[in-house]
């Protein structure tokens, strides 16, 4: 099993939808778990962090299932602009660099 | 405050020559890592520092050397630049490397290509 899994997409979505990613872990004892946005050709940036009782952030919600090893990111609302590739990135906790899954390519269409 | 700032933006090598790829941040960060990204796999991680006169191995380290004497920079090394070496250069610095301390911040990359 792959350290960091998501799902593979590409996902193709109207503007107004609801998506969900999901982002599964292998390490029981990752500590610290993020979503990353990446537009094309550009540096990834760090969208949410994600805590365990879960955190929203605008029509950004996170939650992480410690039990089952996966964190999810739900985008309420798309618009165009939050066309992107969306990353999750889990503590490797002995050493504590970041593992990234390969990320979700989403695209919202009018 | 410039954040993680990387030098060159692109750079064409051909195979065999060496070249650093350089990178600072001005954020008084302990830890830096550079990440390779191409097409399929994702980032992955190539070297990491967690502090000045400090460095270690990530998952791909063959054929890239670094270094860090000072907080604020982490050059590459390309020893002998192959094609297989063709990709997407990201450097990253963080505060620290336990929980959210190491949220991670990237420069803006280097795209290189070795013919």
């Known amino acids: 099993r792959k350290e960091v899994e998501q799902d593979p997409g590409p996902f193709n979505v109207p503007e107004g939808a609801t998506v969900a990613f999901n982002c599964t872990y292998s390490n029981s004892a990752s500590q610290s778990f993020f979503w990353y946005r990446q537009d094309c050709r550009k540096e990834p940036k760090l969208l949410m962090s994600v805590y365990s009782s879960g955190n929203e952030d605008g029509r950004f919600t996170a939650q992480l299932n410690r039990a089952s090893q996966y964190i999810s990111l739900l985008i309420r609302d798309s618009k165009l602009s939050d066309s992107a590739t969306y990353l999750c990135?889990?503590?490797?906790?002995?050493?504590?660099?970041?593992?990234f899954g390969k990320g979700t390519k989403l695209s919202v269409k009018p | 405050n410039a954040g993680v700032t990387q030098t060159p933006k692109f750079q064409v090598l051909k195979t065999g020559q060496s070249m650093t790829l350089q990178c600072a941040q001005d954020m008084n960060h302990e830890y830096m890592s550079w990440y390779r990204q191409d097409p399929g796999m994702g980032l992955r991680l190539i070297h990491y520092?967690?502090?000045?006169?400090?460095?270690d191995q990530g998952e791909v380290p063959n054929g890239y050397n670094v270094s860090r004497s000072t907080t604020e920079d982490f050059p590459l090394r390309l020893l002998s630049a192959a094609p297989s070496q063709t990709s997407v250069y990201f450097c990253?610095?963080?505060?620290?490397?336990?929980?959210?301390?190491?949220?991670?911040?990237f420069g803006p990359g280097t795209r290189l290509t070795v013919l």
């Open positions: 990253a610095s963080s505060p620290g490397t336990s929980g959210f301390r190491d949220t991670q911040y």
């Open positions: 990135a889990v503590n490797k906790r002995s050493q504590g660099n970041l593992i």
């Open positions: 520092s967690v502090g000045a006169g400090i460095t």
